[in-house]
């Protein structure tokens, strides 16, 4: 419920129903980053995109797409899912009554003039990026990321601009940019339209991993009551 508002307090806009990006700046081992770029590079291999020369490598594309089962990256991923765990419960979920699983994990290497189009992840529930390198400027290319649906345009389409009527503004903002930055990890719902904008530093290729999670109800114990809300646990399910 929003607190009423003295009588003089004149006209008041209310932020309502947010999106949650997450946000952890962490402090990598530059050996262990270091050890981690090589592996994506032997990862990757000959192929440099995706298969346009202008879209960036992404191992999901190319069968890597577990890097939290790859002894270099495993103890990355398994410290990122903590942070992951703490998004939900700031969310609001109570822990005990869900389980949280990797789905995919998969490496992007983005060369200069390389980006990856707009696009959603319809498979996960919760999608997380997290950067090996970056300096914060944005010129190795940007995440952007869309909103779902522009209401406060009042009238669709006023949001892109063009010369129309909607001047910019905080409340109709058509996007949200983050610049990369070594050990930067972001989380959010993976129902988001994102991109990555185009690799503008002909001195860094960005080097990035995506994680995609998925949400279910643990395990039942025999005889109990089948979960409400989410997905039974996987190993209840029954391949045909």
Do not use: K
């Not at 191992?59 to 410290?79: K, S």
């Not at 990369?180 to 990890?185: E, H």
């Not at 005889?223 to 045909?240: D, F, I, K, N, V």
Request: hydrophobic letters at 40%; aromatic letters at 6%; a negative charge.
């Amino acid at each position: 419920m929003l607190p009423p508002l003295p009588p003089t307090a004149g006209l008041a806009i209310e932020p309502l129903f947010p999106v949650a990006l997450g946000r952890v700046q962490l402090l990598p081992d530059p050996l262990d980053m270091a050890l981690q770029i090589q592996a994506m590079h032997d990862l990757r291999g000959a192929v440099g995109s995706n298969p346009d020369p202008g879209c960036a490598w992404t191992g999901d594309l190319n069968g890597v797409w577990q890097l939290q089962r790859h002894p270099v990256f495993a103890p990355l991923i398994d410290a990122l899912t903590g942070h992951a765990q703490a998004y939900l419960q700031q969310l609001g979920f109570d822990r005990s009554r869900l389980a949280l699983h990797i789905q995919r994990c998969w490496p992007v290497l983005s060369e200069v003039g390389q980006m990856v189009g707009r696009h959603h992840h319809p498979n996960a529930h919760l999608s997380a990026i997290y950067y090996l390198n970056g300096d914060g400027t944005g010129r190795s290319g940007c995440l952007r990321l869309w909103p779902q649906r522009q209401i406060n345009e009042l009238v669709p389409g006023m949001a892109v601009g063009h010369g129309g009527p909607l001047g910019p503004s905080p409340w109709s903002v058509p996007w949200v940019d983050v610049a990369p930055q070594a050990g930067l990890l972001l989380l959010f719902p993976s129902c988001l339209d994102h991109a990555v904008m185009p690799n503008a530093d002909p001195d860094d290729l960005r080097c990035s991993i995506s994680i995609d999670f998925a949400l279910s109800a643990p395990p039942a114990e025999a005889g109990a009551t089948p979960p409400e809300y989410l997905a039974p646990h996987p190993s209840h399910w029954q391949e045909l």
